[in-house]
């Protein structure tokens, strides 16, 4: 038989679900983990609760599967969007996550997106100036930790810090790059203006790869924690609310999808 299975990396659970081939749902797995909030609005987690999670669920889901017989085709991966995780230059963590809820940029947002910078970065990443975004955090970072990014800092996030533990690469998938409101639209690259405001270059940011790209081969640790084999494909995936759209019908046929796209890049669609 073969199968697959989702993980839905969520603000407060982790989730894992087990499908066959004709998308039956065989089984399903949550581990939940904490957010640490305080009245300034801060809202962080623990970068390695979260990977714990994920290693459990897929460890759980895998085992419902007699590898001797069954093949699991690829794991594949929704996330919660716009959260920020600084990694020392060994890709260490650095901080905690500033999850999507961390409000402590607000007043640099509410500056940025009334000044003729804020309004030339929507038209360049489509991305509404906000204090949920990884461009806004990264500003804080820099008035109020000064020194808290250097040149050795790579900024991330934790769907990529996932996959850099599991297959030791830093890459983040277009989805989720589109809405950190650092990524040029039109080339999909790091936007200039963007990376300028926040002190740091292309280098230190993570590849943009589209949502279909795959990675194969497990490092020893992570295959340990697992316990699947080590050549299951993993699939980048894309952002929670995306693939909520998605999994609802909302992009109808491809050309729908196409165009749903399109006009939802343009400035003044979000």
């Known amino acids: 038989m073969e199968y697959f299975i989702g993980v839905d990396i969520g603000t407060t659970s982790t989730k894992a679900v087990l499908y066959d081939r004709q998308a039956t749902v065989i089984d399903s797995f949550n581990k939940g983990y904490s957010l640490y909030r305080n009245p300034d609005g801060m809202a962080e987690q623990e970068p390695e609760d979260i990977v714990h999670a994920v290693e459990q669920v897929i460890h759980d889901a895998g085992s419902q599967l007699d590898f001797t017989k069954d093949q699991l085709l690829a794991v594949s991966f929704s996330c919660?969007?716009?959260?920020?995780?600084?990694?020392?230059?060994?890709?260490?963590?650095?901080?905690?996550?500033?999850?999507?809820?961390?409000?402590?940029?607000?007043?640099?947002?509410?500056?940025l997106k009334k000044s003729p910078l804020g309004k030339q970065l929507y038209f360049e990443t489509g991305t509404p100036i906000h204090p949920m975004s990884p461009l806004t955090k990264l500003m804080w970072i820099k008035q109020n930790m000064p020194g808290k990014v250097t040149k050795d800092t790579y900024i991330s996030g934790i769907k990529a810090y996932i996959f850099y533990r599991f297959f030791h690469v830093h890459k983040v998938d277009v989805s989720i790059a589109s809405c950190t409101g650092m990524m040029d639209l039109k080339s999909r690259h790091w936007d200039p203006l963007a990376l300028n405001l926040t002190g740091?270059?292309?280098?230190?940011?993570?590849?943009?790869?589209?949502?279909?790209?795959?990675?194969?081969?497990?490092?020893?640790?992570?295959?340990?924690?697992?316990?699947?084999?080590?050549?299951?494909?993993?699939?980048?995936?894309?952002?929670?609310?995306?693939?909520?759209?998605?999994?609802?019908?909302?992009?109808?046929?491809?050309?729908?999808?196409?165009?749903?796209?399109?006009?939802?890049?343009?400035?003044?669609?979000?």
């Open 200 to 270: 740091v270059t292309k280098e230190q940011m993570p590849k943009i790869v589209d949502g279909t790209t795959q990675e194969c081969g497990l490092i020893p640790e992570a295959q340990e924690a697992m316990k699947i084999p080590a050549t299951t494909p993993f699939i980048y995936g894309a952002f929670d609310g995306a693939l909520s759209n998605l999994g609802v019908g909302g992009a109808g046929s491809r050309y729908n999808c196409h165009y749903h796209w399109d006009f939802c890049s343009r400035p003044g669609n979000h």
């Open 80 to 111: 919660a969007n716009q959260n920020l995780l600084l990694l020392d230059r060994d890709f260490q963590p650095q901080s905690r996550i500033m999850t999507w809820a961390d409000t402590r940029a607000r007043d640099i947002a509410e500056q």
